[in-house]
């Protein structure tokens, strides 16, 4: 089986990505509930007892939810860095502790080969991750204040990239949100941009890259057809613009994706 990509939900109210191998499939990140998420793998016909393991970015409840719950259920891993383990501290049992991993630690899990950066968000000590299995390669990169050279060069050559698209910044700035909101928004340990996102494409697109999801939307202070603009805009101007390019969704699940070719499946 080819490694297999697939968004179950993206967004301040939860964020998943499933991804399957030869060997059984991970999530990054399970921030469901227990029956939501139960509802989306059905949806994505993923039997529960196909799930190896779950990685972790960062403690925010829209990315951790379910995971311990899940985890005990299954009999599953969790691996996260050690900050996360300790800023979860109250929902892990002496069956269920994390397994601590570290930026730049390269490790192998259902199969897959994963690998591990430090990024820049206000949270204990968030990690990103890139997943691989033969000559596919892929990349969930969500909750990024700022792009560091670390993340742009973990970024290339991936086939698949899920790339944080957060806000506008003119609907943010004009938006609803109190003063101080916007500025931890804005901040270098917010979120991304649909203008940021769109520059760090114009570093890492090359002749790998098939497809780019755009996720982590704001409800409030974006919308789809903004980002997909910028996204579009930067591609085109770096001689990229056959890269297919979608929107991840908060409330339904996105198609099955064959990494390598970028094609749905």
């Not at 700022?146 to 790339?163: F, G, K, N, W, Y």
């Not at 409800?219 to 930067?234: D, H, Q, V, W």
Request: with cysteine; net charge negative; charged share 25%.
């Amino acid at each position: 089986m080819s490694l297999r990509a697939c968004v179950l939900a993206s967004g301040s109210a939860g964020n998943a990505v499933l991804v399957r191998g030869g060997q059984g499939a991970l999530l990054v990140d399970a921030g469901l509930g227990l029956r939501e998420m139960g509802r989306r793998l059905a949806a994505v016909e993923c039997d529960p007892d196909e799930l190896v393991g779950i990685l972790l970015t960062h403690e925010h409840s829209d990315h951790v939810g379910c995971a311990p719950s899940l985890a005990r259920r299954l009999g599953i891993p969790v691996w996260c860095s050690r900050g996360t383990a300790v800023a979860t501290e109250r929902y892990w049992t002496d069956v269920t502790r994390p397994v601590p991993v570290q930026a730049g630690e390269v490790f192998e899990a259902a199969g897959l080969r994963v690998e591990t950066w430090a990024c820049s968000h206000d949270a204990r000590e968030p990690l990103q991750y890139g997943l691989e299995e033969g000559p596919a390669r892929l990349a969930v990169c969500t909750d990024l204040g700022c792009v560091t050279d670390v993340v742009r060069e973990s970024l290339q050559r991936r086939h698949l990239l899920i790339l944080e698209s957060n806000h506008d910044q003119g609907l943010l700035l004009k938006g609803f949100y109190p003063a101080f909101l916007k500025r931890r928004i804005l901040g270098d340990r917010g979120h991304l941009s649909n203008q940021q996102c769109a520059d760090v494409l114009c570093h890492v697109a090359g002749p790998e890259l098939r497809h780019v999801i755009l996720g982590h939307l704001s409800r409030e202070n974006n919308r789809p057809e903004l980002a997909l603009e910028a996204a579009g805009r930067a591609l085109e101007n770096s001689a990229h613009g056959s890269i297919r390019l979608d929107c991840a969704r908060q409330d339904q699940v996105g198609d099955w994706l064959d990494v390598f070719s970028g094609q749905t499946c």
